[in-house]
């Protein structure tokens, strides 16, 4: 009776350098499935917190009310006394007036301020006071609406809200008597540009009432 023929060394090494490569290759694919999951819930995170964000801007912002100042805000360029409408729009920085309702022992119409510090986006707000002076920026509540920002920029639109075809964005508002007609705001954040979030405002002449 004949015996079997087993394998010899030549082929039990070329077995375990196939299976070897497959094996590698199994847990190559699998590591690169995983870092794609872990890419796409971050992406889907980030995308899902810049539309929150682009929608409380753009409410808050399209609620901005012409209303009263005097004395001069932080970052106005305004070159005279300083009264007039309470909105001042810079090239990185936004200060206007709406009305917030956010529930029991919080509402009403606050000053608020937008401006990117230290990679952070940050919202202040205030009560409203006419008197510019009367407010300490540093002094009052804070939000981190987003991290890792790497830009910010503002552009504003005078003329009717019904006619901005033909207007031109201006980097800074300092117009005292009335709000922008549109505001646009460009937000660069984790190493990409995000949509730019265009608000139409209330173009309305300044409320001294």
């Given at each position: 009776?004949?015996?079997?023929?087993?394998?010899?060394?030549?082929?039990?090494?070329?077995?375990l350098?196939?299976?070897?490569m497959?094996?590698?290759?199994?847990?190559?694919?699998?590591?690169?499935?995983?870092?794609?999951?872990?890419?796409v819930?971050?992406?889907?995170?980030?995308?899902?917190?810049?539309?929150?964000?682009?929608?409380?801007?753009?409410?808050?912002?399209?609620?901005?009310?012409?209303?009263?100042?005097?004395?001069?805000?932080?970052?106005?360029?305004?070159?005279?006394?300083?009264?007039?409408?309470?909105f001042?729009?810079?090239?990185?920085?936004?200060?206007?007036?709406?009305?917030?309702?956010?529930?029991?022992?919080?509402?009403?119409?606050?000053?608020?301020?937008?401006?990117?510090?230290?990679?952070?986006?940050?919202?202040?707000?205030?009560?409203?006071?006419?008197?510019?002076?009367?407010?300490?920026?540093?002094?009052?509540?804070?939000?981190?609406?987003?991290?890792?920002?790497e830009?910010?920029?503002?552009?504003?639109?005078?003329?009717?809200?019904?006619?901005?075809?033909?207007?031109?964005?201006?980097?800074?508002?300092?117009?005292?008597?009335?709000?922008?007609?549109?505001?646009?705001?460009?937000?660069?954040?984790?190493?990409?540009?995000?949509?730019?979030?265009?608000?139409?405002?209330?173009?309305g002449?300044?409320?001294?009432?």
């Open positions: 009776m004949r015996r079997g023929r087993g394998f010899t060394l030549v082929e039990v090494m070329i077995a350098v196939i299976f070897s497959i094996m590698v290759a199994t847990i190559s694919a699998l590591r690169a499935f995983g870092n794609t999951r872990l890419t819930e971050r992406l889907t995170g980030r995308v899902d917190e810049i539309r929150l964000l682009s929608g409380f801007l753009r409410q808050s912002m399209g609620a901005a009310m012409p209303v009263a100042r005097y004395g001069r805000a932080v970052g106005s360029d305004d070159t005279g006394a300083g009264n007039g409408v309470y001042s729009g810079l090239p990185g920085e936004m200060v206007w007036v709406a009305p917030i309702a956010a529930g029991a022992g919080f509402g009403g119409v606050y000053i608020l301020r937008l401006n990117v510090e230290q990679g952070q986006l940050l919202l202040r707000w205030h009560p409203y006071d006419p008197d510019a002076s009367a407010v300490d920026w540093d002094a009052v509540e804070r939000r981190i609406l987003l991290d890792d920002v830009d910010l920029q503002f552009g504003y639109r005078a003329g009717r809200a019904s006619r901005l075809d033909g207007a031109v964005w201006q980097d800074k508002w300092v117009s005292p008597l009335g709000n922008p007609a549109a505001v646009r705001l460009s937000l660069k954040a984790g190493g990409r540009y995000w949509p730019e979030i265009v608000v139409r405002l209330d173009a002449e300044l409320n001294v009432r």
